[in-house]
């Protein structure tokens, strides 16, 4: 096991500096602009939650005081009203001194846009794709003809045996490496705990973190985490379609160690219950915390099982488990690798069909074509798309943003889990993840 270097002493051989090591003495102005934000906070906490009155899921979650929740319940308040309390919550803080906490002041007004845009949407505005990305995940997505994507499914073509429309040779050769129902616990408590192995090697977890595991049916998602508080979660894998032996690993570091699990914990440990900042308590899903959360859970795989680790673990570990042949891990793991190229094509055909420019039977070929999935995996896709809209972004460009950032701060394996510690522990937004070449 490698020794594990603490987040503060990391930054600060980094050059940098954690957000609670600022020691200097706080004049009065400062010090009351501060006890203003906090009261701010709150106040951004009870607007979420009146907001989550009003659209099931707008609250991703939640582990500040009940009484709150409650009170959200009582005091109903119409759209109108809570784009009102927008503008003023925006207002106040930019009254605020800018040296009074600013990446705290930065974090609520980019999260109160997030909402505004949010509230126009509940209230009957249909906003262009990449306006609506923009509005409430704070990046404008980059719309690739899906043209540009014909090289990556030529290079797929002669991975996959057979002869045939691709979509329907992948969706054969995947299908060999189906875990049978009666393993499924099995293959992905083990994956898990792996996840969470290799998480340990740089991260001080908390003690007495954890997390429980039930498998769904009905969902447009393949897995969720909800967030509890108090360091535990509640992780869902939905089967309604077969799982394949790749999902394990992917959900494991996805939904847990180190992504949505880790990341709620850091933000409850080191900004809520460290300093005060009541605002992480709660996690509107619709804001650009997500593209953080995204980008860092799908980025997560990448760094706990980097090159060919990954597939050496599946081969020799999962596959036996799953009832599998392992000689035949690698061909599989290289259609994986390949098939990551076709991510951006995803936000391409989310923004066709959003804004209207095709119908949905087209989405669904272009979705088997450019994805390489069945009819069923498709139409599921696609009802994501219905649901979550513009949140697609999340995935491939989140992760490509995260990617980014974090190799550009080194190449050993210990700085780039400790720049992931720091985007899971502060304030940071999807702006300032773009880095110059």
Known sequence: MKPVLTFAAALLLSGGSPVAADTAPVNAPVKEAKSQLSKIADDYIMLTLAMGEKEPGYV???????????????????????????????????????????????????????ARTRISMLSGET?????????????????????????????????VPGSGPLAARVEAFEDQYIIP?????????????????????????????????????????????????????????????????????????HEGYPGHHVYNMLLEKNLVNGLGWQEYSIYPLYS????????????????????????????????????????????YWALQNAKDALSGARITIAQQYLDGEIPREQAIELTRKYQLVGAERASQLLDFNDQYRSYVINYGLGQDMVQHWI???GTAPVWRWKAMERLLSEPILPEDLIVGD
């Open 181 to 253: 129902q009666d393993r499924l616990k099995t293959v992905f408590d083990t994956a898990i705990a792996e996840c969470k192995r290799r998480t340990q090697i740089y991260f001080d977890l908390p003690s007495d973190e954890n997390f429980r595991m039930e498998f769904v049916t009905g969902k447009s998602w393949s897995g969720y985490n909800y967030y509890q508080g108090g360091y535990q979660s509640l992780i869902q894998i939905n089967t309604d379609l077969p799982i394949r032996i790749s999902r394990a690993v992917d959900l494991g570091c």
């Open 407 to 409: 190799e550009a701060q």
């Open 127 to 159: 906003l262009p794709f990449a306006q609506e990305a923009k509005g409430l995940f704070g990046v404008t997505p980059e719309i690739r003809p899906l043209s540009e994507y014909d090289s990556v499914l030529q290079q797929i073509d002669r991975l």
């Open 60 to 114: 991703d979650a939640y582990y500040g005081p009940e009484t709150w929740v409650k009170l959200a319940k009582t005091q109903e308040r119409s759209l109108t009203q809570l784009d009102e309390e927008v503008v003023r919550l925006k207002d106040r803080i930019h009254a605020l001194p800018k040296d009074a906490e600013p990446a705290r002041q930065r974090f609520l007004q980019a999260q109160l846009e997030a």
């Open 288 to 331: 650009p915390q997500s593209l953080i959360a995204e980008g860092s859970a799908n980025y997560g795989i990448k760094l706990a099982f980097p090159g060919k680790e990954r597939l050496e673990y599946e081969r020799d570990v999962l596959y036996p488990l799953a009832g599998l042949n392992p000689d035949s891990a690698e061909a």
